[in-house]
């Protein structure tokens, strides 16, 4: 097993919570199974083997029981399980680009609501919107069972019941048609699109990433965060499916205040600042984000001027 030190992780948001090693002590408290997958790593630092997905699942449980107040979380086999630091400075970077025009506060309350374009069977952005700014979710995703498990999770998490909702896109060409109706006002959307052009690719990934994680080649990979087909990879790829949404975008630019997703190639930028060009988008804003060694960014642009993103209602 690597050693993994998670001491002081300084390139994360400020606000967030995992900026320092994870507290195993108070995480088995709350969560017991951990226990099983906690060890000492030969720098004698409490870890867990980040190459066995059973073992990230649990850690994911039990930190969201932890710092977020969930009762209840779990994914089917073989779903995605996102590394819960990064999905939480993509939201507490979201609230800071909403305080730009919120006379320098961070807009709280279900009164803000946010389009979670691809949820998953996870629902982690709006599981963690909700928790650390009390925002509002609507959770969208082509998988009818990632959409069941979704709901399984707010069935057994009171506090969400009110807060999120959910809708199945029935048209996997399309991302917000369908889901976007004429009364709807968003304050924004969010997303983590898929990555990888192929299954090929995809798998090609997996094993690096396995690989790298137990320090010797890996023929049958098991992912370690999982991942279905339409998690990993699309047509087109990420750049692909981010030129849909922005096209897509231009159709519904006075029903949303910000349109943002998570860009991970910095090799695309170039293209899609063009298409934003191209659709006239008023406002684009590129925050760059790190986790360890990986560097990701958000792009986010508005079709509204300064005045009429300050007078949006939030």
């Known amino acids: 097993m690597k ?3 998670n001491s002081e992780k300084n390139n994360l948001h400020p606000r967030n919570l995992h900026r320092s090693r994870y507290d195993f002590e108070l995480l088995i408290t709350n969560c017991p199974e951990l226990k099983n ?7 004698q630092i409490e870890t867990i ?6 073992a990230v699942k649990v850690l994911n449980r039990a930190l969201l029981q932890t710092y977020y107040g969930l009762e209840f979380w779990n994914i089917p086999s073989n779903y995605l399980c ?3 630091p990064g999905r939480a400075d993509y939201i507490h970077y979201l609230a800071d680009l909403l305080a730009e025009t919120n006379n320098g506060n961070i807009p709280t309350g279900n009164s803000v609501l946010g389009l979670d374009i691809g949820t998953g069977a996870n629902l982690i952005y709006p599981i963690l919107g909700n928790a650390i700014y009390n925002w509002s979710f609507v959770g969208t995703d ?3 069972k990632a959409i069941e498990n979704c709901s399984k999770i707010i069935e057994a998490n009171p506090k969400l019941i009110d807060a999120i909702s959910l809708q199945q896109q029935t048209e996997s060409r399309f991302i917000f048609k369908n889901i976007i109706t004429p009364e709807d006002r968003f304050t924004f959307t969010i997303c983590n699109p898929p990555f990888h052009a192929s299954a090929e690719e995809a798998n090609k990934s997996t094993s690096r990433k396995v690989s790298n994680l137990k ?3 890996t023929l049958n990979p098991v992912l370690n965060f999982g991942g279905q ?3 990993l990879w699309c047509d087109g790829g990420e750049i692909g499916f981010v030129t849909q949404m922005i096209y897509e975008s231009a159709k519904y630019k006075s029903q949303c205040l910000w349109f943002t997703t998570l860009v991970s190639k910095k090799e695309n930028l170039s293209a899609i600042y063009k298409i934003l060009k191209k659709i006239n988008a008023v406002t684009v804003k590129t925050i760059e984000m790190s986790q360890g060694q990986k560097n ?7 079709f509204m001027t300064e005045n009429e993103q300050k007078s949006w209602k939030i």
Do not use: G, L, M, T
């Open 142 to 144: 082509i998988d009818k």
């Open 3 to 5: 050693a993994i030190d």
């Open 82 to 84: 996102p590394p819960i």
């Open 296 to 302: 990701s960014r958000i792009v986010a642009w508005s």
């Open 49 to 54: 083997d980040f190459s066995d997905p059973k």
């Open 229 to 231: 087909n339409a998690e």
């Open 215 to 217: 320090e010797k080649k």
């Open 37 to 43: 997958y906690v060890s000492v790593n030969k720098h």
